[in-house]
């Protein structure tokens, strides 16, 4: 998984607290896509953004969490005021996307996020 | 929901090939085949990926049927570090509004020394 870095890779808040995962793709990736994977479940599709722009969050919660991905900088995946359901992997993946190409997506190592 | 159906698990003996299988029956002409895995507690691991033609890398082979519903993927020689989750997901390569994987449950594949 070399390529798409991730951090923390280890998160610790309480309830009420606010999370921020950060997630820098490959280099020369555009494409950022966010997945979650709750204890012993598959992964789950979040959110798939481009610079600046969101594509698809359909697999966003309606409330409390927030993604961007700046011109400048990592994407960021935000959950304001966690409770114990947001325990979870975090995983990120990137991609070189074109309309003319079938390119795959890259995953990092996730950030393992808790909440006590 | 996922589009394919795979065993939930297998096993093989170290050094033989490992041979996972994956039905995807209601695939669409142009929905490509791909291949992840995913080793406890790391992020999943792109493999291969195909549309009608069988391909090879350096990890695996991938065999599609001609009706292309279904396909298989082939590790050569199983090391005790290719156990692992095996998913298989059908996306459409591009041209799509999302390029979201919709991952099932996978093959858990146990490799025995």
């Known amino acids: 998984n070399a390529g798409v870095m991730q951090n923390p890779r280890h998160l610790v808040r309480r309830r009420g607290q606010e999370a921020r995962l950060r997630c820098s793709p490959m280099k020369g990736h555009s494409h950022v896509y966010w997945y979650r994977q709750l204890p012993e479940e598959g992964l789950k599709f979040m959110v798939y953004l481009q610079k600046e722009n969101i594509i698809d969050e359909s697999g966003m919660p309606k409330e409390r969490f927030s993604a961007e991905f700046p011109k400048e900088g990592p994407s960021i995946l935000r959950i304001q005021q966690v409770v114990r359901g947001d325990s979870a992997a975090y995983f990120c993946?990137?991609?070189?996307?074109?309309?003319?190409?079938?390119?795959?997506?890259?995953f990092g190592d996730g950030t393992r996020l808790s909440i006590l | 929901d996922a589009k394919t159906t795979q065993p939930p698990s297998m096993d093989c003996a170290e050094g033989r090939a490992a041979n996972l299988p994956c039905n995807h029956s209601t695939i669409s002409g142009n929905e490509y085949v791909y291949w992840y895995r995913q080793i406890h507690s790391q992020g999943p691991q792109y493999i291969i990926h195909g549309l009608k033609n069988n391909e090879t890398n350096e990890m695996a082979s991938l065999i599609i049927t001609e009706d292309r519903k279904s396909s298989t993927l082939i590790l050569p020689h199983a090391t005790l570090r290719d156990t692992a989750v095996y998913y298989c997901?059908?996306?459409?390569?591009?041209?799509?509004?999302?390029?979201?994987?919709?991952f099932g449950t996978g093959t858990l594949l146990a490799v025995q020394p």
């Open positions: 993946a990137s991609s070189n996307y074109r309309t003319d190409s079938n390119q795959p997506q890259h």
């Open positions: 997901i059908v996306r459409v390569g591009y041209g799509g509004a999302t390029n979201k994987l919709i």
